[in-house]
DNA sequence: CCGATTTTGTTCTCACGTTCACAAGCTCCT
DNA sequence: AGGAGCTTGTGAACGTGAGAACAAAATCGG
C-alpha cells in the first residue's frame, strides 16, 4: 500500500486529514453495524453497543471514530443514521464506483451473480475474460465482453476499480493492462504478488493463505505440548537430502 | 484473534515458539514464492531475492525467518527446498487437513470447484447446505450432502476447518453448530462479525469491505485538493435531517 | 593460511496501533 | 437551578511491527 501521507510531528490535527490505515479497515464494518441496528429501527447508539455490534473494544471505535470528527454527543451516544451517513461519506460510497471484473472463471462466475457485491456503492459495469469460448455468455443481466475492450470500458464508464480473478499466470499482465487503462484500485485473488506502480492501490484477497494461517494456529492447539521437533540444521551446507513434497502455491 | 501466549519480558528466545502474528501471515507467501522459484530450477536464493519475489523488504524477510530458526548460510544464501520444507512444516501444511464447506451458493460452489483451494495440506471432505434443493447436487467429484450431517462427518473425519459461504442471516448459527461440533477454525465469507469461544480461530474474508477500503483511497485520489466538506454538526441534538440512503450491509 | 567479499542474523530506533483512564460535556431528575 | 449519572473524546502508557545498520559467519581467490 503506498499511501504517504507528508505528516509534520505536530499532534494529528484531525482537520488534515490523515485517518490511520487500520481506522480505515474498521470504518466498513462500522458502517454495516449501524446499518444493522437501523435496519433494527433503533435510532441511537453508544459507543459501548457500536463496539459490541462491530466486534471490537469500545475505546477504539471511540478513537476511530474521533478521526473523522466529533459526531457523537456525550452522555446520550451516536445517532445511528447520522452517523452512518458521515461515515459513508468518509469512506466515498455515496457516490458510486465503476468496477470491472477480469477473468470469469469459477470465481469470477461467482463474483458476478453475487448480489452481495453490489452493495451500494459499487456497479459491476463490465465482465471480461480473454477466453473466446467464455465471450457472449450471459451471467444475471451481463454479458461476457472480450478483454480487448477493456480501454475503451474503462473510459467510458470511468471505472477506477479492478477486480482481478483470473489464474495466477496472466495475472500481472492483466494488472499492467489495467493500470495502462487507467484503473487505480485493484482487488486482486490471483495466487500472485502483483507489482503496481505509484499512485496505484491494490488489495489482496487470498484463500489459500487464509487457510495456512488457520493451520498454523491450528497445528498450535493440537499438539500444544509436543511439537514436531525441528531437525537440526544439516552438516556444513544445508543441501536437504530428500525432503516430502510440499506445495505453497495454486495452480487455479 | 486470541492467542494469547505467556511471553516473559526477556528477549523472545527463538526456542520458545513465538511466532508474531504478521510473521504468520507473511510466512504463505514466502512459502509461495519459494515454490515458485524451486519450479524455475532454482536450488538457492538470497533474502534479496525472496524478498523481491514475495514482494516485501529484505530486512522483513530476514527477521521474518530468523524466527524460524537459522536456515541461512552466510554469504550463500537460502537452500530454497530446504527453506521451503521449513516453513512449510511450521505452518503445518506438511500434515492434512480436513474441510468442510458450508453454505453452497455462488461463492460455496465456485470454492468447491476451486482446485486451487486444494493446495496441498488442505482436503475439502464435504459440502454441506441446509437448502434440501441443493442436497445431492454433483459438484466435480463430491456431492453436496445435508448440514445435519455436519457433527457426523466432522467426527469421522476429524475435521478441523470449518468454511462458512452462507448469507449473513444464518452464519452465526452455522458458526455455533460448526464449533459445538469440534470445529476449531473458521473462514468466514459471510459480511457478519461471528463470535466465537476462546480457543477457536476465525478469520473473515469480505469482498465489500476491501472494495470500501479502495474506494476511499480512491476518493482521496480523485480531490486530493478540494474534498466534499464536512457538513457542520447539526444544532443541538444532531438529528439528521433526510439523509440519502446509503448501505453498509449485504444481503447476499 | 589470510584477507576480501558476500550475505545472514540481530540489535537498535522509530512509527504505528491498542488500551486504559479520566476530564469535559450533555441530559435528566429533584 | 443544581447535582447525579452517563457517555464521549482524548492524553498517556504500553505493546507490536518495520526498517536501517552492523557484526558475525561463510565462501573464495591468491
Known amino acids: ?48 453497543d457500536l463496539a459490541t455490534a462491530a466486534g471490537v473494544n469500545s475505546a477504539k471505535l471511540r478513537k476511530d471514530l474521533s478521526y473523522l470528527g466529533s459526531y457523537g454527543t456525550r452522555g446520550v451516544g451516536y445517532d445511528v443514521e447520522y452517523l452512518r451517513y458521515q461515515i459513508a461519506r468518509e ?22 451473480n453475487y448480489s452481495g457485491f453490489g452493495t451500494r456503492g459499487f456497479r459491476i459495469v463490465a465482465l471480461l475474460d480473454a477466453d473466446p469460448a467464455l465471450v457472449g455468455e450471459r451471467i444475471g443481466d451481463m454479458e461476457v465482453r472480450d478483454f480487448a475492450e477493456l480501454e475503451h470500458i474503462v473510459e467510458t464508464d470511468r471505472v477506477s476499480i479492478g477486480v482481478i480473478t483470473t489464474p495466477a499466470g496472466p ?36 484463500l489459500s493463505i487464509e487457510l495456512q494461517i488457520l493451520a498454523y494456529h491450528e497445528q498450535r492447539k ?20 530428500d525432503l516430502p513434497a510440499v506445495g505453497g502455491g495454486v495452480s487455479a
Open 222 to 241: 493440537s499438539g500444544e505440548v509436543a511439537l514436531p521437533q525441528v531437525p537440526e540444521l544439516p552438516a556444513t551446507n544445508g543441501l536437504a537430502p
Open 1 to 48: 500500500m503506498t499511501r504517504a501521507s507528508s505528516r509534520r510531528p505536530g499532534p494529528p490535527t484531525r482537520t488534515e486529514r490523515g485517518i490511520p490505515e487500520a481506522t480505515v479497515a474498521r470504518l466498513p464494518v462500522y458502517l454495516r453495524a449501524l446499518t444493522a441496528l437501523s435496519d433494527s429501527g433503533i435510532a441511537t447508539a453508544s459507543s459501548e
Open 91 to 112: 469512506i466515498g460510497v455515496t457516490q458510486d464506483w465503476a468496477v470491472v471484473i477480469v477473468g470469469i472463471g469459477n470465481l469470477g462466475h461467482a463474483l458476478a
Open 171 to 206: 495475472a500481472q499482465e492483466v494488472c499492467d493492462r489495467l493500470v495502462a487503462a487507467g484503473v487505480t484500485s485493484i482487488l486482486n485473488f490471483a495466487p500472485v504478488v502483483l507489482s503496481v506502480p505509484d499512485g496505484v492501490d491494490i488489495r489482496k484477497v487470498d
